[in-house]
């Protein structure tokens, strides 16, 4: 089975501020890794995939940017957060019947 | 209009009731339907998994898709408080994007 790991877990960053994210998966080789982020009481909104090392889709023009430097490791990043950036950020791997997800960080952008 | 609707709720219930969570979606190339259950401050995981039109049960869940209608549902039986958390439907085509419903909230009452 897949596992994921997020951290950190709550992070509070002023306006400006840079950011990285960092997703490691355990368990599986190749895999298709993503990037959510999901406001309060929202759904889950898709900012990037990734179906390989060095292979980034992103979804929504914005900030953001991700990168996939290893196999087992995607990151999600900011030269300069804004307020709107606040959320909950979930890493997450498709298997054969549906997503596996990160435990998430929340994201307070002050 | 949004590719997949979901009453946000709040849905409460005592214990013991039977719950019914639903979903509606208007594209038609959706084959794989997904039932996730977050619950707070946690990455969502997967509740249930269908293929298609038809019936899935495990254990005191059942989910229900209808393609014809473009709807589907999660039945849960003898609901219990360890059930409240919010619940996530989500569908795919065949490809490597998910779309996920807005989340239904449940409390079940003891």
């Known amino acids: 089975s897949q596992t994921i790991h997020q951290w950190p877990a709550t992070l509070v960053q002023p306006v400006g501020s840079p950011l990285s994210l960092e997703c490691t998966v355990e368990g599986t080789s190749n895999p298709n890794l993503y990037w959510y982020r999901q406001a309060a009481g929202r759904g889950l909104q898709l900012l990037f995939y990734?179906?390989?090392?060095?292979?980034i889709s992103s979804e929504v023009p914005q900030n953001l940017s991700a990168s996939r430097p290893q196999d087992r490791q995607f990151i999600l990043s900011s030269k300069k957060l804004l307020l709107s950036d606040s959320g909950f950020y979930l890493c997450?791997?498709?298997?054969?019947?549906?997503?596996?997800f990160g435990s998430g960080t929340r994201l307070t952008v002050v | 209009q949004k590719e997949v609707e979901q009453d946000p709720g709040p849905l409460s219930v005592p214990e013991g009731a039977i719950v019914s969570l639903n979903c509606t979606y208007s594209n038609s190339a959706f084959q794989y339907f997904m039932w996730y259950r977050q619950y707070s401050r946690k990455g969502p995981e997967l509740l249930m998994y269908?293929?298609?039109?038809g019936n899935k049960e495990d254990g005191r869940f059942t989910a229900q898709v209808d393609k014809s209608s473009k709807y589907i549902s999660l039945f849960i039986r003898d609901s219990q408080p360890s059930d409240s958390a919010t619940y996530l439907c989500a569908m795919r085509t065949g490809g490597f994007k998910t779309i996920f419903g807005a989340g239904t909230r449940l409390f079940v009452k003891a």
């Open positions: 997450a791997e498709q298997g054969n019947y549906g997503y596996t």
């Open positions: 990734s179906v390989g090392i060095g292979q």
């Open positions: 269908t293929y298609s039109s």
